[in-house]
């Protein structure tokens, strides 16, 4: 059954705070004085246009409370700059940190916006003389900037990626070494981690951005536990299905892993943490 505005309209995330973090979490609030499992990600992991997106689903197998730190359109920084969510994280069973693409993260290159991190905020001096016929005034949002640098000039570009996919890894080392704890790092897409060896993207491509295989292998031992889940071909032809969105919000809806991804990567998560727990 597919939800829009028609039916249900927009879903109320019932957003919340925890500690002195600056950003808002989707809700309802939980008792960090209990036993929990902390999800850290981007727009899956925060489950935008579902009900019950698969922290939710995780909870209510394994019986042990979720606590969702997930941030729509999340990169690297708005986590390793909150150290109340690395905190958190830190004190849960289990930290499950969702793999996030390598666009929306400050660089050499440019600066993105600390807590909305695809938001774009500057190019440096070094890209600006690398793309001299761009004018940067023109982008407000990663992904659309970095896919106007694509088409201009793929062989500059590749310059630019190298650049991307080294201070990823960085981050997510530095990421994962401040949990401490037990942890799952969680390959969630409609896609496998890219072949390291095919050379410059022919387009910009779907989230997460610019991860290859061998980017996952040199982080795996930072975490306990790796899960990878690509969403299965039903999954992906289900579409919205089960997803509850307003109208207007119906072409990003089409763009977002629905209800059937999501109980597939709660089923992997589930099982990891049998394992670990």
């Not at 896919?147 to 062989?155: F, N």
């Not at 072949?195 to 491509?205: A, C, T, V, Y």
């Amino acid at each position: 059954m597919t939800f829009d505005a028609l039916g249900l309209g927009a879903l109320d995330y019932l957003p919340c705070r925890y500690g002195n973090s600056k950003l808002l979490f989707r809700g309802p609030k939980r008792d960090l004085e209990q036993p929990y499992v902390a999800f850290i990600g981007g727009t899956e992991t925060y489950g935008k246009f579902l009900a019950k997106p698969f922290p939710v689903l995780v909870e209510e197998e394994i019986g042990k409370t979720a606590a969702n730190f997930g941030v729509p359109n999340a990169g690297i920084d708005v986590f390793v700059n909150d150290p109340f969510i690395l905190g958190a994280a830190a004190q849960a069973d289990v930290a499950v940190i969702q793999v996030l693409g390598a666009q929306n993260m400050t660089n050499r290159f440019y600066a993105v916006h600390p807590r909305r991190n695809d938001r774009f905020v500057s190019a440096s001096s070094l890209l600006a003389t690398i793309y001299r016929e761009v004018d940067f005034a023109d982008f407000h949002f990663t992904k659309h900037m970095l896919t106007r640098l694509l088409e201009v000039s793929p062989d500059r570009f590749a310059t630019v990626l190298q650049e991307l996919q080294q201070a990823w890894l960085a981050r997510m080392r530095l990421m994962l070494s401040q949990v401490r704890g037990k942890s799952i790092l969680l390959w969630f897409s409609e896609h496998k981690p890219r072949d390291s060896g095919r050379g410059p993207p022919q387009s910009i491509g779907n989230d997460p951005l610019f991860i290859t295989r061998q980017m996952m292998d040199e982080v795996a031992g930072h975490a306990t536990h790796v899960v990878e889940v690509v969403a299965s071909p039903r999954a992906r032809v289900m579409g919205t299905e089960g997803m509850i969105f307003a109208e207007m919000e119906a072409m990003a809806a089409e763009e977002m892993l629905g209800q059937q991804a999501h109980i597939e990567a709660a089923d992997a998560v589930v099982s990891a943490l049998h394992r670990i727990l």
